[in-house]
């Protein structure tokens, strides 16, 4: 079963920010927090991890509480095509089967114009 | 630098065939681990494996689903007598080893199994 919660769905208008929140109250110390997400019909797509700093790359950032029980994905300009469904999961960065990712039901973000 | 490659996209199997599911790994990745997607549902885990290695298999039903990733090829994920319930889309993901740390796993564009 997925460690994570992720509300079931959000909408956010074009052009502004999608601030995507997940709950991990009961994540480990050596697990990292991933972000995917899953276009319609295709592959996911991988987004971000980070560990207990914030991190941000050219798709998104990432905010993590201090406690790291939660944390919050963010799509500064979010575009129609960034409508999709986001995952959250938490795993440890290491080899072997505990480093299988664990789908939840992630969020569906619809991003209107 | 092409990426994960899966083939066919799309595979039409009558009840009782057999469907063979093929994912190129992306150059200099040795892992890779294949999930199952069926309708209006997230992805499952199903198996991981290396090059001629298994490494987990917990994922995979019982019977009639198998993996192989040989020393020279593809991987293969093989179904024998499909049944109407492997109807689903079928994503095969790669990594350089067996930490990803810094790039996740790369999907491909996953093969979707119709069973008829």
């Known amino acids: 079963d997925a460690k994570t919660t992720q509300p079931t769905s959000m909408d956010c208008a074009e052009g502004r920010a999608a601030n995507l929140p997940c709950n991990h109250s009961?994540?480990?110390?050596?697990?990292?927090v991933y972000w995917y997400r899953q276009i319609h019909s295709q592959g996911p797509q991988y987004i971000i991890h980070g560990l207990k700093n914030n991190e941000t790359n050219e798709m998104a950032s990432l905010i993590i509480t201090e406690d790291r029980k939660s944390s919050t994905l963010i799509l500064p300009h979010a575009t129609l095509r960034d409508t999709a469904v986001y995952y959250c999961i938490v795993r440890v960065n290491y080899g072997g089967s505990q480093g299988n990712l664990i789908f939840g039901k992630g969020t569906k973000l619809s991003v209107k114009p | 630098n092409a990426g994960v490659m899966q083939n066919p996209r799309h595979l039409v199997r009558r009840r009782g065939q057999e469907a063979r599911l093929r994912c190129s790994p992306m150059k200099g990745h040795s892992h890779v681990y294949w999930y199952r997607q069926l309708p209006e549902e997230g992805l499952k885990f199903m198996v991981y494996?290396?090059?001629?290695?298994?490494?987990?298999e917990s994922g995979m039903p019982k019977e009639r689903f198998s993996a192989e990733f040989p020393k020279e090829g593809p991987s293969i994920l093989r179904i024998q007598q499909v049944v109407r319930g492997d109807s689903a889309a079928y994503f095969c993901?790669?990594?350089?080893?067996?930490?990803?740390?810094?790039?996740?796993?790369?999907f491909g564009s996953g093969t979707r199994l119709t069973v008829v």
């Open positions: 494996l290396q090059k001629e290695n298994i490494i987990d």
């Open positions: 009961t994540i480990s110390g050596n697990e990292y």
């Open positions: 993901a790669s990594s350089p080893g067996p930490a990803d740390s810094y790039y996740g796993y790369t």
